[in-house]
C-alpha cells in the first residue's frame, strides 16, 4: 500500500496488494503550502510538498506528476489594438462575432486558454447608398446615413463624411453640434461636390439621420470611383466601424461631365423629314441655298435622359465644312436653322456639342458625340411640263388651239419632268369662257380659275404622264375659249415651269369649245 498527502492532508492511497503500476487522479485536493515564491514577472506562486508514504520497505518509481489550475491575470494596454482589429475585420459590425487571434509560449507543460469580450458597439454607424454616378446637371444629389449612440445619441458629439475619389481627391464634411440642430463643415473636395444649406440633421426611431445634399460642380472630371465613409464619434474622439459605400465601380463611374448628342433630326421648310436613314429613299433631295430645321437632344455620356441644364451646353452643326451655331431652348434641347450651300450636288451635316458646361468653363469636359452625319441632296433645278395633248378617240393632238365639242367631256395628258425628285401632285387650272367669268369683263382672272390635282410619286425622280380625265366644257356658247395652265411644287420646293399662268396670254394652251366640222365652202 501507498499514501499521497499534503501536509497533514491525505490526497489518495492504493490499498492493494501485489500491484505494479497505478494511475492515481485527485479532484480538488486539499494542498498544503509549505512556502511561496514570486517569480520574474513579479507573480506569486506557493510552494506544495507531496508526501508519499508506506507502511512497509519498498521502491517506487514516480513516471510523471502534474497539477492543474487556473490562472487569472490582467493585462492592460489592449484596448487599441483589440479596437483596430475589430474595425478591420467586422464588417461595419455587422459580424457576430470576431475572433482575435492570440499568440503565447510555454517552457513546459501545456495550457488551454479560453475568453472573449461580449459588447454592443458603443456607436452604431448603419449601412447607406450612395448614387452611383453624380452629374452636374443642377439638380441636388444626396443621400442619407443613420447613426445610433448605445445610451443616448446625445453622446454622439460629431459625425464625419468623407468620400475619397479614385484620383486621390476627397470630399470632407463634419457634422458638430447636433444637439442643437447642427452645424455642417466642409473641409475639401470643393471641386467636386458642393455641400447644400439644405442638408440637415434629425432623429427618427432612435437614430440620427442625416440627409447630406450635394451640389455637382463641372470641374469633377470623370471618375472611375468614390469609397464614401460615414462614422459618429464621442466627445472624446472615440469611434468604432465606419459605415461605408460605394460610387462608381465596375461598369459604371462615380462622376461624369461628358456630353453628347442623342438624338436629332433634319426637316426641310415643307416638313420633309431629311434625317430618316431608315427610309427605302434616303437620302432625300432639298433646296439649294435654303434653310432646314435642325433639333436634337443632349444627354451625359452613357445615360439614358440625364440631361444638362439649358445654359450649360452649347450644340453646332457642320455643313460641308462650316460650322452654324444652334440656340439651346430647353434642358438638353436645342434647335435651329442651317443653310444650306448653292452650287454643290450633296452635304454631310454632323451635330457635335461645341461648348461642354457652362460658360465659365468645365475641367476636362468633352463632347464624346457618336452620330452619323445625315447626307442632304441637293436640288437646284425646278421641274417643268410638256406634251400637253388631248385624245380626239383616234389619236394625241396637241390641246394649244385645239376645238373640242362641248357633247364630250374634255380628257387632257401631261407629261411633268424632275430630274431630282418630284413633289406630291400636279395641279391644273382651267377657264372657261362665260361660264367662269364671275365678273363678266371677258378676262380670265386668276381667282376664276376652277382647280383640280392628281397624285405624284413624292420624291422620285423622272418623267411621268398624268391624265385629267371628265373636264366639263357643256353648256358654252359656241367658240367659247378654254384656257389651261398647271402649277406643282417639286419634293424640294422648286415651283413648275413651262406650265403657264392665268391669262389667255400667259397660259399653257387655250382650247376652242365648239363643234368641230369640216370647213364648207358655198
Known amino acids: ?16 496488494a501485489n500491484w505494479s503500476s497505478a494511475v ?7 494542498l498544503v503550502a509549505s512556502s511561496t515564491h514570486v517569480d520574474s514577472f513579479g507573480r506569486n506562486w506557493s510552494m506544495i510538498d507531496i508526501d508519499f508514504s508506506t507502511s512497509s ?38 459580424e457576430p462575432t470576431v475572433e482575435v487571434p492570440l499568440t503565447w509560449s510555454a517552457t513546459a507543460g501545456g495550457a488551454m486558454v479560453t475568453g472573449g469580450v461580449h459588447h454592443e458597439n458603443m456607436i452604431t454607424n448603419y449601412p447607406f447608398t450612395v448614387p452611383e454616378t453624380w452629374y452636374p446637371n443642377g439638380m441636388l444629389q444626396g443621400f442619407i446615413s443613420q447613426h445610433r449612440h448605445l445610451i443616448d445619441n446625445d453622446l454622439i458629439d460629431e459625425i464625419h463624411l468623407i468620400g475619397q475619389d479614385s484620383s486621390g481627391d476627397s470630399v470632407g464634411v463634419i ?25 440637415s440633421v434629425s432623429e427618427l426611431n432612435g437614430r440620427l439621420t442625416v440627409d447630406w445634399q450635394f451640389d455637382v460642380d463641372w470641374d469633377w472630371n470623370d471618375s472611375t470611383s468614390m469609397s464614401w465613409t460615414a462614422q459618429g464619434f464621442d466627445a472624446d474622439g472615440e469611434g468604432l466601424s465606419p459605415a ?41 433631295w432639298a433646296k439649294s441655298g435654303t434653310q432646314v430645321s435642325v433639333s436634337g437632344t443632349v444627354r451625359f455620356e ?25 440656340s439651346s431652348t430647353g434642358d438638353g434641347i436645342w434647335t435651329g436653322l442651317v443653310d444650306l450651300p448653292m452650287n454643290m450636288s450633296e452635304v454631310n451635316m454632323t451635330p457635335y456639342v461645341l461648348r461642354v458646361g457652362p460658360i465659365a468653363g468645365a475641367d476636362g469636359a468633352e463632347d464624346v458625340t457618336l452620330q452619323t452625319p445625315v447626307r442632304v441632296l441637293l436640288d437646284d433645278e425646278s421641274p417643268r411640263v410638256s406634251n400637253l395633248q388631248v385624245n380626239n378617240g383616234q389619236r394625241l393632238l ?26 406630291d401632285e400636279l395641279v391644273l387650272h382651267t377657264w372657261r369662257e362665260g361660264a367662269d367669268d364671275a365678273n363678266s369683263n371677258g378676262i380670265a382672272d386668276p381667282s376664276e380659275y376652277q382647280m383640280r390635282s392628281e397624285s405624284l410619286p413624292e420624291g422620285i425622280a423622272g418623267d411621268r404622264t398624268v391624265t385629267f380625265s371628265g373636264i366639263d366644257v357643256s353648256g358654252l356658247e359656241m367658240n367659247a375659249q378654254l384656257s389651261i395652265y398647271f402649277t406643282a411644287t417639286d419634293y424640294s420646293g422648286h415651283e413648275l415651269v413651262d406650265g403657264g399662268s392665268p391669262g ?17 365652202i358655198p
Not at 501507498?2 to 489518495?12: C, E, H, K, V, Y
Not at 493585462?75 to 459590425?93: F, M
Not at 461605408?244 to 448628342?261: F, K, W, Y
Not at 433630326?265 to 427605302?280: A, E, I, N, R, W
Open 1 to 16: 500500500p501507498i499514501t499521497l498527502s499534503s501536509g497533514s492532508n491525505p490526497l489518495q492511497s492504493v490499498q492493494t
Open 244 to 284: 461605408t459605400a460605394l460610387s462608381g465601380g465596375i461598369g459604371t463611374q462615380a462622376s461624369e461631365n461628358d456630353l453628347q448628342v442623342d438624338t436629332w433630326q433634319v426637316v426641310d421648310l415643307y416638313g420633309h423629314t431629311l434625317s430618316d436613314m431608315f427610309s427605302p429613299s434616303y437620302p432625300f
Open 175 to 199: 457634422l458638430s453640434d447636433i444637439t442643437n440642430g447642427g452645424t455642417f463643415t466642409q473641409s475639401s473636395g470643393f471641386g467636386m461636390l458642393k455641400l447644400s444649406n439644405t442638408s
Open 57 to 94: 520497505t519498498m521502491s517506487y518509481t514516480v513516471g510523471s506528476f502534474s497539477i492543474g489550475y487556473t490562472l487569472f491575470e490582467n493585462t492592460s494596454g489592449l484596448g487599441q489594438v483589440v479596437k483596430t482589429y475589430h474595425e478591420a475585420n467586422s464588417n461595419n459590425g455587422l
Open 398 to 423: 396637241a390641246a394649244d388651239g385645239y376645238t373640242w365639242d362641248p357633247d364630250s367631256s374634255l380628257s387632257l395628258q401631261v407629261t411633268i419632268s424632275d430630274q431630282q425628285a418630284l413633289g
Open 24 to 30: 492515481l487522479s485527485v479532484e480538488n485536493p486539499q
Open 302 to 326: 452613357n445615360t439614358l435622359d440625364m440631361r444638362p441644364l439649358q445654359d450649360d451646353f452649347v450644340v453646332a452643326v457642320n455643313v460641308a465644312g462650316t460650322d452654324s451655331i444652334l
Open 504 to 520: 389667255i396670254d400667259n397660259d399653257m394652251a387655250t382650247m376652242v369649245i365648239a363643234v368641230n366640222e369640216p370647213t364648207e
